[in-house]
């Protein structure tokens, strides 16, 4: 294990903070005014380190200027397990990452800004220098007789004609990363190094097809979009048709809903419903407040509606949770 600064690490920036240090991984804790998380460092081969990301903050300070040496050529490969991830580029449109989905780029990029729009994402991050990582992989795949893995061939072809490269959830992804998540924690490192080769290989072969649809929104809409989120949540008790939203933000409606969708991984209502869920649970484990209330706080017509919401959503009724809540406390 290479040796870390106790006060941060280049990538993470000065958010970090060196947390656990043991003989295969270094574990940093982040922290800043809109959050915090946790990222857990391992280095695969030479060349390439894999983190296990866990985080519930907006953005991480500085990740998207990197002091990085003019020769950096670097291959990086993220996979989001849960939550979402966005990016805006040179030009100023943006892009996501949702859950499932992997993301192929490269350093140095064109990224702008990048943050996480609900505030929690868990995933997977890896990073190889190409130069050195190669050597290895190169002898492994020897030793292995598989087919040679071109790193560098893998980065001109994906990202020929596009910032990144984006694949969507699939069976193949999901296998590949699933399995990177549940390795068993006393064969750790080699499991990983033998599922990096496997996503390689799969790399080689992936095509970067065309999506259907448009894939980048330009930061105006995407502002307009979070600032109806932000005006919705605070007005969370009150109704708004579509088109009333669509006329409030002056956001042609069409654009309005595939915009919302791609920067919070879901449809308007479908997205206050659950965060009105999750404030009618917050409400109920930490207040003494009458359910009636929380009902008309959380925009629900009457108590039955809400009981029935919250009970098809929770697995229980709202004062069943409330007594479950208590006694766990």
């Known amino acids: 294990m290479r040796e870390y ?20 991984c270094v574990v940093f804790q982040l922290e800043n005014e809109t959050g915090n998380g946790i990222v857990t460092i391992y280095d695969i081969f030479p060349g390439v380190q894999l983190m296990y990301n866990d985080l519930h903050l907006s953005r991480i300070t500085n ?39 992997m993301a192929v780029s490269g350093l140095p990029t064109p990224l702008r800004t ?18 050195e990582a190669s050597k ?14 071109d790193m560098q061939g893998i980065k001109d072809r994906l990202l020929a004609k596009r910032p990144y490269f984006l694949m969507r959830s699939s069976e193949a992804v999901s296998h590949i990363f699933s399995e990177l998540y ?18 390689l290989l799969f790399l080689s072969i992936a095509e970067p ?11 105006t809409r995407i502002n307009t979009v979070k ?32 915009c919302f969708k791609s920067v919070f991984g879901m449809p308007i209502h479908a997205y206050l419903r659950a965060y009105r869920l999750q404030t009618a649970s917050v409400l109920l484990r930490e207040t003494d407040e ?8 959380t925009g629900y017509g009457s108590h039955a509606q809400f009981s029935s919401a919250f009970k098809s959503a929770m697995g229980m009724s709202p004062s069943e949770y409330r007594k479950v809540s208590v006694q766990n406390q």
């Open 5 to 24: 600064d106790d006060a941060k690490n280049d990538f993470l920036g000065p958010d970090a903070r060196l947390l656990v240090r043991s003989e295969n």
């Open 290 to 297: 009458p359910i009636a209330e929380i009902a008309t706080k």
């Open 209 to 219: 097809a065309e999506e259907g649809g448009r894939r980048y929104f330009y930061k």
């Open 136 to 149: 290895t992989i190169d002898e492994l795949s020897s030793l292995l007789g598989i087919v040679r893995i």
């Open 114 to 131: 990048s943050s996480f729009p609900l505030m929690n994402y868990h995933g997977i991050s890896i990073m190889a220098d190409i130069a």
């Open 63 to 101: 990740h998207d200027s990197l002091p990085l040496a003019p020769d950096t050529n670097m291959l990086v490969i993220n996979h989001c397990r849960e939550g979402r991830f966005e990016c805006e580029f040179s030009l100023g449109e943006c892009g996501y990452m949702g859950e499932g989905d």
């Open 182 to 199: 549940d390795a068993p924690a006393t064969l750790k490192e080699s499991y990983i190094r033998l599922k990096l080769i496997e996503l």
């Open 227 to 258: 600032a109806m989120r932000d005006y919705l949540t605070i007005h969370l008790e009150k109704q708004f048709t579509l088109s009333e939203l669509s006329e409030r933000f002056n956001i042609p409606l069409t654009a309005m809903k595939s």
